[in-house]
C-alpha cells in the first residue's frame, strides 16, 4: 500500500500561484501512476491533472491548461500541481490519487474508478 499526504494549499488572491504537494510513504512512489483531482461542496469530484509512473505522459483539464502544471520527482516520492493565474472558480479541496501500474499498463488516468489510493485532500481558496 501508499499512503498520500497532501500539502501547499491556502487562501490566495485571483491571479496568483500554489504549488501543491503530493508525498507518498510506504512503498515506491515511482510505481504509481499519480492525478490530481477536485471537489466543491454539492459536486462531483473532477479530474484536474495526472501523470504517469515514469512522468513521461501527463494530461490536464481543459479548464486548467496553461495554468496548471503536473509534475514528478522521483528522488523526493512526490508529484506537484503548480498551479499559475489562479480564479475564484479554481476553489476546492485538492485531492492526490495513486494507481499501482505495471510498466506496461502505465497511463495517464483521468477518471476517479481508475485510482486505488486517495489522500486527505488540500483546500485552496481563491479570493476575488
Known amino acids: 500500500q501508499v499512503q498520500l499526504d497532501e500539502s501547499g494549499g491556502g487562501l490566495v488572491q485571483a491571479g496568483g500561484s500554489l504549488r501543491l504537494s503530493c508525498a507518498a510513504s510506504?512503498?515506491?512512489?515511482?510505481?504509481?501512476?499519480v492525478g490530481w483531482f477536485r471537489q466543491v461542496p454539492g459536486k462531483e469530484r473532477e479530474f484536474v491533472a495526472a501523470i504517469s509512473r515514469s512522468g513521461g505522459g501527463t494530461g490536464h483539464a481543459d479548464s486548467v491548461k496553461g495554468r496548471f502544471t503536473i509534475s514528478r520527482d522521483h528522488a523526493r516520492n512526490t508529484v506537484y500541481l503548480q498551479m499559475n493565474s489562479l480564479k475564484p472558480e479554481d476553489t476546492a479541496v485538492y485531492y492526490c490519487?495513486?494507481?499501482?501500474?505495471?510498466?506496461?499498463?502505465?497511463?495517464?488516468?483521468?477518471?476517479?474508478?481508475?485510482?486505488?489510493?486517495w489522500g486527505r485532500g488540500t483546500q485552496v481558496t481563491v479570493s476575488s
Open positions: 490519487a495513486a494507481a499501482d501500474s505495471a510498466l506496461f499498463n502505465s497511463r495517464v488516468r483521468f477518471t476517479i474508478t481508475e485510482y486505488d489510493y
Open positions: 510506504g512503498r515506491t512512489f515511482s510505481r504509481y501512476d
